[in-house]
């Protein structure tokens, strides 16, 4: 029984997630057009930040529900260091260009996704939900953080959440997230249909698909365990401008490392 408790509990943890807007989409859109109110608190769990009393190493304490980003053993994000190589398997991706559906949630800019876009481990396919970015990034590569990460949330058929992280770093524009960052909102509120406008997330991929494998967390309140890590060891470039453009809205919004504890860190490929 315990599986499918703990299964059950990721759900309902996910549920309250505001990274996670599309598993209570139509209620969140709904609260959010009503109250005016931010996606944060539409989504129904307590208020929470980066810094000061609302910080990281508050969390735990501001909800009851927030008590695994204290109390867990297997947290993200962690420090990239010393992967063990192994036959990690196989990962594929099938992401399609779309509408672009944009929200700033109070914590981050989201790009909610359309069914059909796919990520593959092993035997099982995992649809992507949303993307959404962190400054600056919240795993450490050898104790480095890069500028930004970018999160692809996927779930399974069996409700199983697995998050994919690639680093951005300052280089050339990256012409795959401006029609993104044109149409960011400058505060929170409910979700932006633009238009016209088209995303297409595999352009955000890395065409070095070396990775590293671990099973950890959201990065953001509830915290849940149970989450399938796959982060890119290269980074995509995007511009320094779009980087101050990001950092205007969101300074800091990432979650500091976490103790790998007793887990293992898999390096593919090496
Ligand atoms: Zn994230």
């Known amino acids: 029984m315990r599986p499918m408790l703990a299964r059950r509990s990721l759900l309902r943890s996910a549920a309250l997630c505001p990274l996670c807007a599309p598993l209570t989409a139509p209620l969140g859109a709904a609260l959010g057009a009503t109250l005016g109110a931010s996606a944060a608190r539409a989504s129904g769990g307590a208020h929470w930040g980066y810094e000061g009393a609302d910080g990281p190493e508050h969390w735990a304490a501001l909800s009851p529900e927030y008590r695994a980003c204290t109390a867990g053993t297997e947290q993200t994000p962690i420090d990239l260091a010393a992967g063990i190589p192994a036959q990690t398997g196989r990962i594929g991706f099938a992401y399609h260009p779309q509408p672009l559906q944009v929200v700033n949630n109070g914590h981050t800019i989201q790009v909610n996704?359309?069914?059909?876009?796919?990520?593959?481990?092993?035997?099982?396919?995992?649809?992507?939900?949303?993307?959404?970015?962190?400054?600056?990034?919240?795993?450490?590569?050898?104790?480095?953080?890069?500028?930004?990460?970018?999160?692809?949330?996927?779930?399974?058929?069996?409700?199983?959440?697995?998050?994919?992280?690639?680093?951005?770093?300052?280089?050339?524009?990256?012409?795959?997230?401006?029609?993104?960052?044109?149409?960011?909102?400058?505060?929170?509120?409910?979700?932006?249909?633009?238009?016209?406008?088209?995303?297409?997330?595999?352009?955000?991929?890395?065409?070095?698909?070396?990775?590293?494998?671990?099973?950890?967390?959201?990065?953001?309140?509830?915290?849940?365990?149970?989450?399938?890590?796959?982060?890119?060891?290269?980074?995509?470039?995007?511009?320094?401008?779009?980087?101050?453009?990001?950092?205007?809205?969101?300074?800091?919004?990432?979650?500091?490392?976490?103790?790998?504890?007793?887990?293992?860190?898999?390096?593919?490929?090496?």
């Open 113 to 270: 996704v359309a069914p059909g876009s796919m990520m593959a481990i092993g035997e099982t396919g995992y649809e992507l939900l949303q993307f959404h970015f962190h400054h600056p990034a919240e795993h450490l590569l050898a104790g480095k953080a890069a500028a930004m990460e970018c999160h692809f949330v996927h779930r399974s058929p069996a409700g199983a959440l697995a998050v994919a992280g690639v680093f951005l770093q300052p280089g050339r524009v990256n012409a795959a997230l401006v029609p993104i960052w044109k149409a960011m909102p400058v505060a929170a509120g409910p979700v932006q249909a633009v238009a016209g406008v088209t995303v297409d997330p595999a352009a955000l991929l890395p065409r070095d698909r070396t990775y590293f494998r671990y099973m950890g967390s959201l990065t953001t309140p509830p915290c849940s365990e149970g989450v399938l890590w796959t982060v890119f060891r290269d980074p995509v470039a995007l511009a320094p401008e779009q980087i101050r453009a990001f950092a205007a809205l969101f300074p800091m919004n990432a979650r500091p490392a976490q103790p790998l504890g007793r887990r293992f860190l898999l390096e593919s490929g090496v």
